[in-house]
């Protein structure tokens, strides 16, 4: 974690943002990666096993989550399966801003 706490100091110190990409089941380091400065954590790899509304509960305001739609919807599921797949995530995750 210090190093992503260096990177993101860094980029917040240029104007930029830091957004933290990760594949992958990552809860059992969550609450690190919610202590690393990174303005967001993108990916909430649902095939991994990641639970968006669970990430959610961990990270709390700390930082904006990205992802956890479902891929497979995405690429083959109908308008109304997509819109309901979105709508899942917005409501797991829209809680208490972030």
């Not at 190093?3 to 059992?28: A, C, Q, W, Y």
């Not at 990916?43 to 739609?69: H, P, Q, T, W, Y």
């Amino acid at each position: 974690m210090p190093v992503l706490r260096r990177i993101s100091t860094t980029v917040k110190r240029e104007g930029g943002f830091f957004i933290i990409h990760s594949d992958g089941n990552i809860m059992p380091i969550i609450d690190l990666v919610a202590n690393s400065g990174a303005h967001a954590y993108q990916s909430i790899d649902k095939f991994a096993g990641m639970d968006l509304a669970k990430v959610k509960e961990r990270i709390r305001d700390r930082m904006c989550l990205i992802g956890n739609v479902d891929l497979n919807i995405l690429a083959v599921g109908t308008i109304e399966e997509i819109k309901a797949e979105v709508k899942r995530c917005i409501n797991d995750a829209a809680y208490g801003g972030g």
